[in-house]
Each structure stands twice: as structure tokens, then as C-alpha cells.
């Protein structure tokens, strides 16, 4: 399974953010696993973002819930991100992956594992 993210590397602050991640080396790939995007800020660690199931329902990271859609297309294998009203702290790099296994406490997700991964799209927030 190959991953790719596309998308505009300049947002100006307060706009939406959109991100496309399109899955290719596999049949209707997005209808039968659960995908997930990840941000990660210079010098930080990985963030998880929210994972959309094989479903189509989604969990957003509480940090980012109000502002955070991801969605799917499952006829071109693709699924994406949109982020409103960014600002400069939105500044990372995101990464699409496949999600393999998640836990959580008190059944609240906490975390996933991830088989693959795209290569990562740095978007920068600026005016």
C-alpha cells in the first residue's frame, strides 16, 4: 500500500486548510481499513489528528475537534482533511496513514499504531 498527501504547502492565516491523501496498491482500499491523519510540529513529536473508520465515522482529537472534518472517497481511494481557521501554530507537517490498532481508557481513544504511511506534506501558515 502506497500513501500520498497532496495539497497547497501556503495557507494565509484563517483560511482552511485541505488535504487530500490518496491510497493506491490495493482494491477499494479505503472502504476495508481505517485511516488516520497525523501532524507533527517542527521539533516535536507526532500528533494524531483523527482516524476515519472503514465505516466512515470519525473521532477528532479533542485539541482540534471544533475545527477538524475528516472525510472519504472511496471510488478514487482517497480520504481528506480540512482544517478551518488556521493559524500560524497549524504550521506542521501532516501525515496520512493506515491505522492498525488503537486503544483508549474509559472508552476514549488515546492512541493508534500505524502500518503506512505517506511521506508527509509540510503546509505553512502565513500571510
Known amino acids: 500500500v502506497q500513501l500520498q498527501e497532496s495539497g497547497p504547502g501556503l495557507v494565509k492565516p484563517s483560511q482552511a486548510l485541505s488535504l487530500t491523501c490518496t491510497a493506491s496498491?490495493?482494491?477499494?482500499?479505503?472502504?476495508?481499513?481505517?485511516w488516520s491523519w497525523i501532524r507533527q510540529p517542527p521539533g516535536k513529536g507526532l500528533g494524531w489528528m483523527g482516524p476515519?473508520?472503514?465505516?466512515?465515522?470519525?473521532y477528532y482529537s479533542p485539541a482540534l475537534k471544533s475545527r477538524t472534518s475528516i472525510s472519504r472517497d472511496t471510488s478514487n481511494n482517497q480520504f481528506s482533511l480540512q482544517l478551518s481557521s488556521v493559524t500560524p501554530e497549524n504550521t506542521v507537517v501532516y501525515y496520512c496513514?493506515?491505522?492498525?490498532?488503537?486503544w483508549g481508557q474509559g472508552g476514549v481513544p488515546c492512541g493508534y499504531e500505524y502500518d503506512y504511511w505517506g511521506q508527509g506534506t509540510q503546509v505553512t501558515v502565513s500571510s
Open positions: 476515519i473508520a472503514y465505516s466512515g465515522s470519525t
Open positions: 496513514a493506515r491505522v492498525v490498532a488503537g
Open positions: 496498491g490495493g482494491s477499494n482500499t479505503t472502504t476495508y481499513y481505517n
